[in-house]
């Protein structure tokens, strides 16, 4: 728990940005791209769709920090 309040200290728009995210936007269909830029300008890019069991897995999870 001390490693995630230093982590939210570190970046309080992530977890800004998380919040107004799962407010709305997480629903079945939604399409959630990550891009990861390295130092030396590699890009990795990956996308999900979300699905109902998705949604479920969410909701757990959001208990769970609660």
């Known amino acids: 728990m001390q490693r995630l309040n230093i982590f939210r200290t570190q970046h309080p728009k992530f977890q800004a940005f998380l919040g107004s995210v ?3 936007a997480i629903r079945e ?3 959630i791209e990550i891009k990861v830029t390295d130092p030396d300008g590699g890009e990795y ?12 897995t969410v909701e757990i ?4 920090r609660e």
């Open 22 to 24: 799962t407010q709305g």
């Open 45 to 56: 890019i990956s996308n999900m769709k979300l699905t109902s069991d998705d949604i479920e």
């Open 29 to 31: 269909g939604t399409i």
């Open 61 to 64: 999870l959001k208990n769970i």
